[in-house]
């Protein structure tokens, strides 16, 4: 069956159903999912598996325990033969042989990796992330010349403060391994270079789209720059404090071209 964000809450629900031991939940989720698992003897865990999401070429999977549930994406190239659960430890086995071993925290950081917004996460970002989880990673710190020093936290790299001829913002790279971060590093200068460029059509768009006033994007300042694997990136502005709202933030393809404008609170 087919998925979409608007089923996200229906599916909660019925995995909270499902650990209160309601009689008729696992009933439904057998003929709702594509698969189903269910593991009395690990907390009342259960996994609902849907072979097609609102991500094209991505299964979707959904994980529930007590008090819980979580979320995360499984490429529909690894063709999911069974899951175990063991003290905490999922295994997925692949038709072909292959196999991922990895906690819902380990497969729940594949959502500071991949570019949100936009309709810009694909297979490869998912084969990407999925297969990530299990890696070693080598998060050591590193220096970039002309930028600074990165460090990891949280899942990412993050340089606090870089200083353009307007602006002074974060810039955080979105990824788990120092090797990745200095194959981003070496094509960020794309953006970088344009940063006065990508601010203007930033205000434009967050003027057209959100219908931000002229004397409001005065008082707004670029607060970061979030880069992602594959060369996409989000420009996110901090509002004045006594604002209902934290932030409005631009989405941009790897092209360079703004694609989804938003806003919200941290």
């Known amino acids: 069956m087919k998925i979409d964000d608007k089923d996200t809450t229906k599916i909660f629900d019925l995995l909270g159903r499902i650990s209160d031991a309601d009689p008729e939940a696992g009933k439904e989720a057998e003929s709702f999912a594509d698969q189903f698992y269910f593991w009395e003897q690990q907390g009342a865990s259960s996994l609902l598996i849907f072979k097609e999401c609102e991500v094209d070429q991505v299964q979707k999977c959904f994980a529930g325990y007590p008090g819980g549930a979580s979320s995360f994406y499984v490429p529909a190239g690894f063709k999911i033969k069974s899951v175990t659960l063991d003290k905490g430890t999922y295994t997925f086995m692949a038709e072909d042989g ?35 989880c299990s890696r070693k990673k080598d998060t050591a710190d590193y220096t970039q010349r002309g930028i600074g020093e990165f460090t990891f936290a949280y899942g990412t790299y993050t340089f606090d403060e870089y200083q353009s001829k307007d602006h002074n913002f974060s810039i955080i790279v979105h990824v788990d391994d120092v090797n990745d971060l200095r194959t981003c590093l070496s094509e960020i200068d794309f953006v970088l270079n344009r940063i006065a460029e990508f601010d203007e059509n ?65």
Do not use: H
């Open 202 to 266: 930033s205000r434009n768009e967050l003027a057209v789209k959100l219908s931000v006033t002229a004397d409001e994007l005065e008082m707004i300042n670029l607060d970061a720059l979030d880069y992602y694997k594959q060369g996409e990136f989000d420009l996110t502005y901090c509002l004045p404090e006594d604002a209902a709202l934290e932030y409005v933030r631009v989405c941009y393809s790897k092209d360079g071209l703004p694609v989804e404008a938003t806003f919200g609170n941290f």
């Open 98 to 132: 292959k196999s991922v071993s990895a906690n819902l925290e380990e497969l729940g950081r594949m959502w500071d990796l991949i570019p949100l917004g936009g309709g810009r996460v694909n297979e490869s970002y998912i084969d990407w992330t999925f297969l990530n």
